[in-house]
Nanobody
Framework: QVQLVESGGGLVQAGGSLRLSCAAS????????MGWYRQAPGKERELVAA???????NYADSVKGRFTISRDNAKNTVYLQMNNLKPEDTAVYYC??????????????WGKGTLVTVSS
């Protein structure tokens, strides 16, 4: 069974930084895309950033230049470095892994989420 476990959320002042981590565990053969989504109160879940197994990245316009996504394929782990945080970045951040291949299945998985709160 594949599980994603996030860490690194918390409370930070505007202008500060946080680094999120997400480790995928289980009998994983490969993972295609890993990414981060977020959901603020009363809003839809939205893509923040994603990275392919080849290192191709994609960012939401609202975080370009402030957030950096990276991954360690050997550890099945994805990171999100968040700099110059703004109050509007406050949300629950969810890790996503797509095209996760095991011996039996290929699927998409989600973490349980980690809360990021940015105070003004």
């Amino acid at each position: 069974q594949v599980q994603l476990v996030e860490s690194g959320g918390g409370l930070v002042q505007a202008g500060g930084s946080l680094r999120l981590s997400c480790a995928a565990s289980g009998r994983i053969l490969s993972i295609n895309t890993m990414g981060w989504y977020r959901q603020a109160p009363g809003k839809e879940r939205e893509l923040v950033a994603a990275i392919s197994n080849a290192g191709v990245t994609n960012y939401a316009d609202s975080v370009k230049g402030r957030f950096t996504i990276s991954r360690d394929n050997a550890k099945n782990t994805v990171y999100l470095q968040m700099n110059n945080l703004k109050p509007e970045d406050t949300a629950v951040y969810y890790c996503n892994a797509g095209g996760v291949r095991t011996a039996l299945t290929t699927g998409t998985y989600w973490g349980k989420g980690t809360l990021v709160t940015v105070s003004s």
